[in-house]
T-cell receptor
């Protein structure tokens, strides 16, 4: 399977703990996006990378959140000092920035975070 | 500020019916409009997308109609099947401006009954 993969699929943590999620994009895609989806809502943009450069961050991404994409391959999203409001599905998507398309974004299965 | 408004919130149709989901946007810089299908516990899957230089696009049983002047677009599902029961999201982005971050609607829960 050559789709977007995310790990772990589920994470339960206690308030105040740090968590880290990983996303492996489709191999030929140079853009990688993180979104957050709460129950009954559409995904909300958090941040995106082109290759290894983080080009945009949403105001939703507080100082407790940090994302990296070393070497322009996989990406990690870390949440420090988790709060109950961080409970959500964290989605990763990847795309190309090709001239011939509109950079269709393909999503992974998501990581479901529950903060107790 | 919600930049993409989606309706209805939920929809029930009979097998073979044609559900229609509508979206309206505010940002005239949007130039790419995809639709995603999402099943419970899964990530969104890209169904079909349209650019503002065409008024309609068909892929299989899915059709997007686009009205640039009204800033509205809609998804039609022909010959709907129980397997189409899912949540559908419209989205919009400014691809030409770089980034292509998607702004999503709030979703429509579709149920197709036998």
């Amino acid at each position: 399977d050559t789709g977007v993969s995310q790990d772990p699929r589920h994470k339960i943590t206690k308030r105040g703990q740090n968590v880290t999620f990983r996303c492996d994009p489709i191999s030929e895609h140079n853009r990688l996006y993180w979104y957050r989806q709460t129950l009954g809502q559409g995904p909300e943009f958090l941040t995106y990378f082109q290759n290894e450069a983080q080009l945009e961050k949403s105001r939703l991404l507080s100082d407790r959140f940090s994302a990296e994409r070393p070497k322009g391959s996989f990406s990690t999203l870390e949440i420090q000092r988790t709060e109950q409001g961080d409970s959500a599905m964290y989605l990763c998507a990847s795309s190309s920035s090709g001239v011939f398309g509109f950079g269709e974004q393909y999503f992974g299965p998501g990581t479901r975070l529950t903060v107790t | 500020q919600q930049q993409v408004k989606q309706s209805p919130q939920s929809l029930i149709v009979q097998k073979g019916g044609i559900p229609i989901i509508n979206c309206a946007y505010e940002n005239t810089a949007f130039d790419y409009f995809p639709w995603y299908q999402q099943f419970p516990g899964k990530g969104p899957a890209l169904l079909i997308a349209i650019r503002p230089d065409v008024s309609e696009k068909k892929e299989g049983r899915f059709t997007i109609s686009f009205n640039k002047s009204a800033k509205q677009f809609s998804l039609h599902i022909m010959d709907s099947q129980p397997g189409d029961s899912a949540t559908y999201f419209c989205a919009a982005s400014n691809y030409a401006g770089g980034g292509n971050k998607l702004t999503f609607g709030t979703g429509t829960q579709l149920k197709v009954e036998l």
